[in-house]
């Protein structure tokens, strides 16, 4: 079965400092791979997502993961933290040849000034 | 439309009341999921619609729980005598393929309160 953890419910870190929120699945076939984001009282919004092709994918606002299958790793980062980055952030895989997601616990990160 | 719509956006409701929450997909898309959130959670899957048909409803907590999507469009949660553990948001998302490749956008969720 697919399953996804993320390390570290809550990372707190300086503005300007870099952001590494943690994310590893288990799967015996590597997934599609998927990060959002969840501001308060909103819906998911997707940063990046990882299918096929470059292991290393830029998303929105500055943000990108490594698809790393011999860790089964899929880390997003961000070299310098904003405030408004302060969100809570889910890992999502799916399962190639399937087609819904299994989310992570989440990481709130928040940025302090 | 240009995105997910789902309403109400807010839903208060006494035990036992029998609740239908609404999603509008983007308009073309295949598929379509509802979640549910509880406080501090991650999105636990409940169903999955490939236009009409419902291909996976495994993550219904219980037969209080029912979901269609009779034209392949517009999808209805609909929740019968609900308890207060049901409390929650409820989310919807849809896609435009069968399979994930291509991503799912995500609507801002129905906040469910049970009192």
Redesign the interface.
Known sequence: AQSVTQLGSHVSVSEGALVLLRCNYSSSVPP?L?W?VQYP??????LL?Y?TGATLVKGINGFEAEFKKSETSFHLTKPSAHMSDAAEY?CAP?V???????????TRLTINP | GAGVSQSPRYKVAKRGQDVALRCDPISGHVSLFWYQQALGQGPEFLTYFQNEAQLDKSGLPSDRFFAERPEGSVSTLKIQRTQQEDSAVYLCASSLAEYGIYGYTFGSGTRLTVV
């Open positions: 599609y998927f959002y009282n909103q819906g998911l919004q997707l997502k299918t889910f799916v190639q040849g399937a087609q819904k997601l299994v989310f992570g616990q989440g």
